[in-house]
């Protein structure tokens, strides 16, 4: 006979992680994207449940699923981000910039600001700032400087990041975004331009993974300071 796992709820379509706070320090994430508004709901209500004390987070949520955990458990929707967060963002530790190229990239750097808040730190949003204007990234150095992690979100050529860290030693982890033209074949330009950035210490995630940014650079920031 089979036990069930306490570390597991087990709603039939979903296996829920809830020892993953306990493991990791952060609770179990839901993606969205292909789920039904009825499934989301229903995994955030559970991870809600098992984390009364602090925020639990859904993303890449279609309108229908953010009106859904909008109406049925109270969530804060961001439309722009397309995430719900249920409960109250942890105490911050630390302070995450999160620095946009174009206003194109915003809905990117809308998760990941969202990611660093559930996820325990602070965010300072710095939004079009990107290389064609390079006087408005030299106008707000101070407050990257002012960071105990970055995260440079970037569509296009995906440029700002290496011209991020060529002016500040901050840690930095790089997001290319879908945003372009045909030969920016989708993100995928700006993705090989990052990683062959010449500037040192430039780390990288996936096209549009401003939750995977968001979640590496609170975690550093949250190490950054005093416990």
């Known amino acids: 006979m089979e036990h069930p796992d306490p570390r597991t709820a087990d709603l039939g379509f ?93 809905p990117v750097a809308a998760e990941a600001a969202v990611a660093v808040r559930v996820h325990g730190a602070a965010v300072d949003l710095v939004t079009d700032v990107g290389v064609s204007g390079l006087h408005r990234l030299l106008g707000v150095r101070d407050r990257l400087e002012a960071a105990d ?34 030969a920016s074949f989708d993100g995928l330009a700006a993705l090989l331009a990052m990683l062959n950035s010449c500037a040192p210490g430039v780390t990288v995630v996936n096209i549009d993974n401003g939750y995977g940014a968001g979640v590496h650079a609170a975690r550093v920031a949250r190490q950054s300071v005093p416990r």
Do not use: F, N, W
């Not at 859904?68 to 963002?89: C, E, F, H, I, W």
């Not at 700002?160 to 879908?178: C, I, K, Q, R, Y």
């Open 14 to 106: 979903a296996r829920v992680d809830l020892d993953r706070a306990a493991r990791t320090g952060d609770p179990e994430v839901v993606y969205g994207a292909g789920k039904t508004p009825e499934q989301v709901v229903e995994i955030l209500r559970t991870l809600h449940q098992r984390h009364p004390d602090r925020a639990v987070l859904a993303t890449r949520l279609a309108p229908e699923a953010q009106a859904a955990v909008a109406d049925a458990l109270g969530a804060a929707v961001d439309p722009v981000s397309r995430t719900a967060t249920l409960g109250s963002p942890p105490t911050p530790r630390g302070t995450v910039a999160v620095v946009s190229a174009g206003t194109s990239d915003l």
């Open 149 to 182: 992690c970055l995260v440079v979100v970037a569509g296009m050529e995906g440029a700002l990041p290496s011209v991020v860290g060529g002016l500040t030693g901050v840690p930095l982890v790089a997001v290319p975004t879908s945003v372009g033209y045909g």
